[in-house]
């Protein structure tokens, strides 16, 4: 088929974006062609696998095609971004009409077959009025029902024409669930597939040392992540032989208070940055335990990818996290409770010596263990990984693209 992805951000960084990536390489590998229409910020584009420059089309901001920054879909981004909820109404209408001229013009430049967008928010709601005689497949990455809570304003640009959407991609039953209740839909529009990893990347390499003990954090700096609680607590570690890796970048005040925090304790923490997925992988094969102190997520693909790389992981117990893991030994996973959260993705003050005294038992006993036994049992992470590759990912979502045109046919006749 003739694939027309369309994604309103950045397309090589942030877990949707990484999502996109493996899907254009899965859909070419499988004999699609793949076409492309994406929001980024003033810099150059990254070439992408799967997708030819010629086959782009991009929503240029920050004095290109719009004169603002480019708004992020969560509030804090790994690059320069501005948030939905700052954007005036006349920057909105210029949003829409943007982008409604740019997937207009790779219409016309592209024989379409299908259309598969990312986040059900503005321009996958663009995007269907533009494109309403094609069949269409959304993927939900979580933010963007975030964003629904948050942005009550914007629920006419987005609603209606969401719910005409053919198939909606869920990445878990109670995401689907979450989607149901939020945009009034029915749960037959919605296909659950799950998320997956590259597993000829991410993979176990030689033994690790034991000492010291290797932990790592992979993703952006800010407080809807717990990299702050995190750097916090890593400081009652001191005199234990353990270092903390940051790989990840973000903008603003929170990365800066993240950053200034990491640099008083640089002897024991290295941060690296925004790293490439190759790099990523090699730096999880180093590390013994990986950390996803998060208040907020969908269905972290970087718990699947750490624990294919050999690591044990310490995350909260979010319903994402515990549909990737909660049925996984404990010797892999330990996992913190949560207590109910003040704003969508942020504790009441008066939660937070509890939520400390837990983040350090479960990090102190993940150490023990490693130092114990330093290599994880292969084969309890086998049984976890073994499903969840993004060949296996992308044959469910070739049976949700059967489906949408199925659906959009029918719709068509009524």
């Known amino acids: 088929m003739n ?3 369309i994604i309103s951000q950045h397309p090589e960084s942030t877990g949707s974006g990484f999502y996109l990536q493996n899907l254009l390489r899965q859909a070419e590998i499988t004999g699609h062609r793949n076409f492309l229409v994406a929001g980024i910020s003033s810099e150059p584009f990254l070439r992408l696998a799967g997708v030819n420059p010629e086959s782009c089309r991009f929503v240029k901001f920050s004095g290109g095609d719009l004169d603002f ?5 969560s509030d804090v981004m790994p690059y320069a971004s501005s948030r939905f909820n700052d954007l005036t109404p006349v920057e909105l209408d210029s ?7 740019k997937i207009g013009q790779a219409a016309r430049d592209f024989s379409i077959d299908l259309v598969h967008s990312h986040h059900l928010w503005i321009v996958s709601a663009v995007t269907r009025r533009v494109l309403a005689d094609y069949p269409m497949v959304t993927s939900c990455h979580s933010t963007d029902l975030r964003q629904l809570s948050q942005c009550h304003h914007l629920l006419d640009r987005v609603l209606a024409d969401c719910r005409r959407i053919d198939r909606i991609l869920a990445l878990s039953a109670s995401q689907a669930e979450t989607i149901c209740h939020l945009y009034n839909l029915p749960m037959e529009k919605i296909d659950i597939v799950g998320t997956g990893f590259d597993d000829q990347l991410f993979k176990m390499g030689r033994n690790r040392e034991t000492t010291p003990v290797h932990l790592l954090y992979a993703g952006k700096l800010s407080y809807a992540k717990g990299v702050d609680w995190l750097l916090r607590v890593f400081a009652a570690f001191e005199g234990r032989p353990v270092h903390l890796h940051l790989a990840g970048s973000g ?9 200034a925090t990491a640099e008083k304790m640089r002897q024991h923490v290295t941060v690296h940055g925004a790293i490439s997925q190759k790099e990523l992988a090699e730096l999880m094969r180093r590390c013994h335990i990986f950390v996803l102190p998060s208040f907020y997520e969908g269905l972290p693909l970087v718990l699947l990818e750490a624990l294919a790389s050999g690591c044990r992981i310490v ?6 996290c515990l549909e990737l893991l909660g049925n996984v030994t404990p010797e892999l996973v330990e996992f913190i409770a949560l207590p109910r959260m003040q704003t969508i993705d942020r504790p009441d003050s008066q939660d937070w010596h ?4 837990q983040l350090v038992k479960c990090i102190n006993t993940m150490v023990d263990r490693v130092m114990h036994s330093p290599s994880p049992p292969f084969e309890a992470i086998k049984a976890v990984i073994d499903q969840s590759n ?12 059967d489906q949408a045109r199925s659906d959009h046919q029918a719709r068509l006749r009524k």
């Open 3 to 5: 694939i027309l992805h």
């Open 69 to 73: 920054v480019i708004p992020g879909m």
């Open 95 to 101: 949003y829409e009409r943007v982008f409604a001229e």
């Open 251 to 259: 903008y603003g005040e929170e990365a800066a208070e993240c950053l």
């Open 315 to 320: 995350t909260t117990n979010l319903p994402g």
């Open 354 to 357: 509890f939520l400390d005294s």
């Open 390 to 401: 993004w060949q296996a990912l992308f044959r469910k979502i070739a049976g949700s693209y």
